[in-house]
């Protein structure tokens, strides 16, 4: 017979097909509304908050702001309390309400919800985790955006990082996402490599490594400029000509940034990041550049200062904007200006994503503001997702100028971490990608660990540390749950859930307290969406790990006697195992099942 709890009011914002502890908390809230008219199930819902440790949830009663003192209103609610399936027992301490849900209840219900959500869901794939509040919407996040020819600094590593949690979150949440690369692929720059090109160029090392060689170019042209004024004056006829149109001009451009692109993708795949778009700043029609400067000359904004325009933000605190240079040619404020129209003429989205780095800040604040003052009712519905700066990043050989060094060191030193167990590296049966699934998941995790507007500093040996809170320390808890199936096959496959002797599991905290956490991944995600941190589900993710770590010892598979209790066991950290699997997911690191 499947496992039922007791019928209760639905209440919105509740979703207990999605989040089962929602059903817990709704059952809280009625007890005490119940006790204390005039309140509604609906608002007493809005105060049931996870309680600190050692109790599962809590209730702050001045919120309510009821007549009559706290002490009597909560001795009203404690007086009429029973225990049922849901609650076990309330408690009272000063302002607060705390509350233990019933353990063999919360603990059936979780991994019931668990199991089917992933294994059963309509659509195939797993949804543990997924809410569905974004159905039927669009957002555009443009993250990574790197400069072609240009070094792919630590910023654009963040970025992609970020980026990417905040394209598998939306999805997750339902929103159709179209994940967006701005290259920085247009500007005097490329005036500068088309000069560089007649003299340093070579079409085998373009072909081998475009990003690599156009960068090589850049910089013995720019030694050149230094001592040469006439190589920057003819930089800059060039791109007069590519602004211009002429075909000539942009045949190479056209080559270099199509080879660039083809390698940036392949680098973005190792590091299990997609994108639906590759734009670039050349692909912003001059239509759009000249109908905002239009726009914004018409409402009196633009001032003309010795041939250059610029618009004034004074009143606003942002200064003085510059959109147009005395040559006329546009510069990347405009260009990010027209952007945005196009991208909602393109794609009529509900909500477009920046991120960008926080050194930005200012540059981003003129541009949303532009867009507002020229009366675009979708600016309100754009948001800067911005982030602090990493300091000191550099290889074992010195600095890094490509995303292709970052992604090769991070391999070899988890290599080299690995070799260190002999015998265990010996079974690992593909040491190579295995080392750099385990040293990508060392970067992202250090770089998602902290609230994103903090800087850090970059630190190899702390990431790839396996002891401690590090994304090595994560790979190798997935790995752990996952070989419990290999050491156990007599206990598989499991039974249905329901016949799954869940209620042994309640004898034991360890087993219990990592139900609750698994209870409340759903809410993790939907913290996530509000606050656009990364950092929740890396907490979250961590505690998942050490609360299992801590289970190892009491909460034993191998070597339980009793069959039942052992597949019960089993069936927990199986659960685990998903969950803590889906939280990487959203991270987007690649779980792995052997290290």
């Known amino acids: 017979m499947p496992f039922k709890l007791p019928a209760l009011p639905d209440v919105s914002g509740a979703d207990p097909s999605r989040a089962v502890l929602d059903t817990f908390k709704v059952a809280i809230a009625k007890r005490v509304a119940d006790a204390l008219p005039p309140l509604t199930v609906e608002k007493v819902y809005q105060g049931v908050d996870y309680g600190k440790k050692g109790v599962d949830f809590t209730i702050a009663l001045p919120r309510f702001r009821l007549p009559g003192k706290v002490d009597v209103l909560a001795k009203t609610v404690i007086d009429q309390f029973q225990a049922d399936d849901y609650i076990e027992s309330v408690t009272h301490d000063k302002a607060f309400l705390h509350f233990m849900l019933k353990t063999p209840s919360l603990i059936r219900a979780v991994l019931t919800q668990v199991h089917e959500l992933t294994y059963d869901a309509s659509s195939g794939c797993p949804e543990y985790g997924t809410i569905t509040s974004g159905a039927g919407k669009k957002v555009v996040i443009e993250y990574s955006s790197p400069n072609i020819a240009k070094s792919f600094h630590v910023g654009h590593l963040r970025s992609t990082i970020i980026g990417a949690f905040l ?79 002429d075909e000539d001009a942009l045949k190479n451009w056209r080559v270099w940034r199509e080879l660039s692109v083809k390698k940036y993708a392949e680098e973005y795949d190792r590091l299990n990041v997609h994108f639906d778009v590759y734009t670039g700043e050349s692909k912003v029609g001059k239509k759009w550049q000249d109908y905002a ?10 001032s003309d200062v010795e041939g250059a325009k610029l618009v004034d933000l004074e009143k606003w605190k942002l200064g003085k904007a510059v959109l147009r240079k005395k040559d006329g040619t546009s510069i990347y404020l405009t260009r990010d200006i027209g952007g945005a129209i196009e991208r909602y003429e393109q794609h009529k989205f509900d909500k477009m994503i920046y991120v960008i780095s926080s050194q930005q800040d200012l540059h981003t604040a003129q541009f949303i503001k532009m867009l507002h ?33 970052i992604i090769r060191e991070a391999s070899s030193v988890m290599h080299e971490q690995m070799k260190k167990n002999q015998e265990k590296y010996a079974a690992v049966e593909d040491p190579e990608q295995t080392s750099l699934e385990v040293g990508l998941a060392a970067i992202k995790v250090q770089d998602m660990a902290a609230k994103r507007i903090n800087n850090y500093n970059f630190n190899w040996d702390r990431m790839t540390s396996f002891e401690g809170d590090t994304g090595p320390y994560l790979q190798y808890a997935h790995v752990r749950l996952t070989s419990l199936t290999r050491k156990n096959p007599e206990l598989l496959p499991l039974p249905a859930p329901e016949l799954i002797a869940a209620e042994t599991l309640a004898e034991q905290p360890a087993a219990r307290e990592i139900a609750f956490l698994l209870g409340t991944y759903p809410d993790v995600v939907r913290t996530a969406l509000r606050t656009h941190e990364p950092s929740g589900v890396v907490t979250f993710a961590f505690r998942l790990a050490h609360a299992i770590s801590s289970a190892w010892e009491t909460v034993v598979v191998k070597g339980e006697a009793d069959v039942e209790r052992a597949r019960a066991r089993m069936w927990l950290y199986l659960c685990a195992r998903d969950v803590l699997g889906a939280a990487m997911r959203l991270l987007s690191i690649r779980p792995l099942e052997r290290m």
């Open 373 to 405: 003052l020229m009366e675009f009712p979708w600016a309100s519905s754009i948001e800067h997702v911005n982030y602090g700066l990493v300091l000191g990043m550099s290889t074992r050989k010195g600095t890094v100028v490509f995303l292709e060094q």
């Open 293 to 302: 400067l239009e726009r914004l000359n018409e409402m009196g904004l633009i």
């Open 167 to 245: 394209a598998n979150l939306y999805k997750a949440c339902g929103w159709q996402v179209v994940s967006m690369n701005y290259l920085g692929d247009w500007g005097t720059q490329f005036g500068l490599i088309a000069v560089g090109f007649e003299k340093y160029g070579s079409e085998e090392d373009l072909q081998k490594d475009a990003i690599k060689h156009l960068f090589d170019v850049y910089v013995n042209i720019n030694k050149d400029a230094e001592s040469d004024p006439g190589v920057k004056a003819a930089a800059a006829a060039w791109f007069k000509r590519m602004e211009d149109g």
